[in-house]
């Protein structure tokens, strides 16, 4: 069974750092596009970064560009994010997924950010 | 950017047919999913790519596109069936591809 875990959320100050982790288990997972999508509270998904499966091709929403770092490592099964100079609107869930031709077919249970004075 | 627009809440009854619709542009040559999310839960895909049912997804539960419409079908609404539900292309001519529409929440009567 396919299995995404999410950790490393928390309470951070306006221009802090955190670090997202995300533990895939029950398939290959080198092979695998791996994304982060967001939620605000009460909001809708909001799609913020890739990575390919060797981790040399990424992209990022242009909310997150340049503040948010997408990384794998692949000999452990996880995937990461790291999001610097975090602002109150980054407050959020933020769930990993798996991609499957362009849609998103397995998701972490999410990791909640909250980025307050 | 890419917009897709979808009504912000649907109501119905038990036993009948519900009709979630996600509008947007150049339909034809984009593969629509949909995706079903509960309170506090991870979003689940429930169609993908117009039409497609996942494994352990039920049949009650479809997908068409007609023009720059396309329409998750839900028949013989279960009260389980009472969630937030998402459509979701690939727009391959932005650098931000993967756009999620307004959401729909749908109230089980």
């Known amino acids: 069974e396919v299995a995404l875990v999410e950790s490393g959320g928390g309470l951070v100050q306006p221009g802090g750092s955190l670090r997202l982790s995300c533990a895939v288990s029950?398939?290959?997972?080198?092979?695998?596009?791996m994304h982060w999508v967001r939620q605000a509270p009460g909001k809708g998904l909001m799609w913020i970064s890739r990575?390919?499966?060797?981790?040399?091709?990424?992209s990022y929403a242009d909310s997150v560009k340049g503040r948010f770092i997408i990384s794998r490592d692949n000999a452990k099964n996880l995937l990461y994010l790291q999001m610097n100079s975090l602002r109150v609107e980054d407050t959020a869930t933020y769930f990993c997924?798996?991609?499957?031709?362009?849609?998103?077919?397995?998701w972490g249970q999410g990791s909640q950010v909250t980025v307050s004075p | 950017s890419y917009v897709l627009t979808q009504p912000p809440s649907v109501s119905v009854a038990p036993g009948q047919t519900a009709s979630i619709t996600c509008g947007g542009s150049?339909?034809?040559?984009?593969?629509i999913h949909w995706y079903q999310q509960k309170p506090g839960r991870a979003p689940v895909i429930v169609v993908s790519?117009?039409?497609g049912r996942p494994s352990g997804i039920p049949d009650r539960f479809s997908g068409s596109t007609s023009g720059n419409t396309a329409t998750l079908t839900i028949s013989g609404v279960e009260a389980g069936d009472e969630a937030d539900y998402f459509c979701?292309?690939?727009?391959?001519?932005?650098?931000?591809?993967?756009?999620f529409g307004t959401g729909t929440t749908v109230t089980v009567l």
């Open positions: 997924a798996i991609e499957w031709l362009q849609s998103f077919h397995y």
């Open positions: 150049n339909f034809g040559v984009k593969r």
């Open positions: 979701q292309v690939w727009d391959s001519s932005s650098d931000q591809p993967y756009v």
């Open positions: 790519h117009d039409n």
């Open positions: 029950g398939l290959g997972f080198s092979g695998q596009w």
């Open positions: 990575i390919n499966g060797d981790g040399r091709s990424t």
